[in-house]
């Protein structure tokens, strides 16, 4: 987890030399373990991790938001919670949320992953926080390298058209252990499903990218092209 917060810190200073407004770091940012039991070993309450506590102080000292997926100790001591976490500019949890799609995958000659976890392929959540007036959708992620080159790209497009709004995915990118390999292809996708920067699958150090949010896009495409959903 130290390595894994120098690593965000790195970030952070990338970030505040880019002018950005706010990090978006991807999911599990604290650490990927090889194993469920290791899982939950390692993981530990925001107000005692080293990895949170560093972030939050990071946020503080630059005056710069932190959206960043980590883990949480369950009501079970044998479960673990898979949260994203919004820090302010204040190094202050401002919001928080816990994945309700649990992510089971089983593929052969690939990953097999009983996490029971999947936003991205659920609809319903993105469309809801449309009706609320969100105008930006976050996807942090940490795809295996199959699901990735299959479905990665085509959703995150999906759920921006369907929404009319920006989607910002942080995605983990690389081997983690001997077992885990991350699909990356990090992106930020326009209102009108146009990919605006894409990163790699892999890199010497960690790597962002930025887009301008562009609220008169946002509001033409709503305009032009009305979404009155019956529900």
């Known amino acids: 987890m130290a390595h894994n917060l120098a690593q965000c ?3 952070v200073r990338k970030a505040v030399q880019a002018g950005a407004k706010a990090l978006f770091l ?13 899982t939950v070993k390692l993981v530990k309450p925001v107000h005692e991790s080293e990895f949170v506590l560093g972030l939050r102080e990071e946020a503080r000292r630059e005056r710069l938001p932190i959206h960043v997926g980590v883990h949480e100790p369950g009501i079970d001591a044998t479960k673990v919670k898979n949260t994203v976490l919004w820090i302010d500019e204040q190094g202050q949890i401002a919001q928080r949320y816990q994945k309700i799609h649990l992510f ?15 936003q991205l392929r659920f609809p319903e959540i993105s469309l809801a926080l449309r009706r609320r007036g969100a105008d930006i959708i976050t996807f942090p992620s940490a795809f295996t390298v199959p699901t990735g080159k299959a479905h990665w790209e085509v959703l995150l497009r999906a759920r921006a058209i369907e929404t009319q709004s ?15 390999v991350s ?19 892999t890199s010497d150090e960690p790597e962002i990218a930025t887009a301008e949010i562009d609220h008169a896009l946002l509001h033409k495409v709503r305009t032009e092209v009305p979404l009155r959903r019956r529900t």
Not at 104 to 118: A, C, H, Q, R, T
Request: hydrophobic share 35%; aromatic share 8%; no cysteine.
């Open 183 to 201: 699909y990356g292809h990090s992106m930020i996708i326009d209102p009108w499903g146009t990919v605006l920067a894409e990163l790699g699958d």
């Open 166 to 180: 920006y989607v910002i995915a942080a995605a983990q990118a690389g081997r983690h252990n001997e077992k885990r």
């Open 26 to 38: 991807p999911e599990a940012s604290d650490y990927i373990a090889s194993s469920g039991e290791e």
């Open 104 to 118: 089971d995958v089983d593929i052969k000659g690939g990953p097999v992953l009983k996490e029971s976890n999947f």
């Open 9 to 11: 810190q790195l970030l």
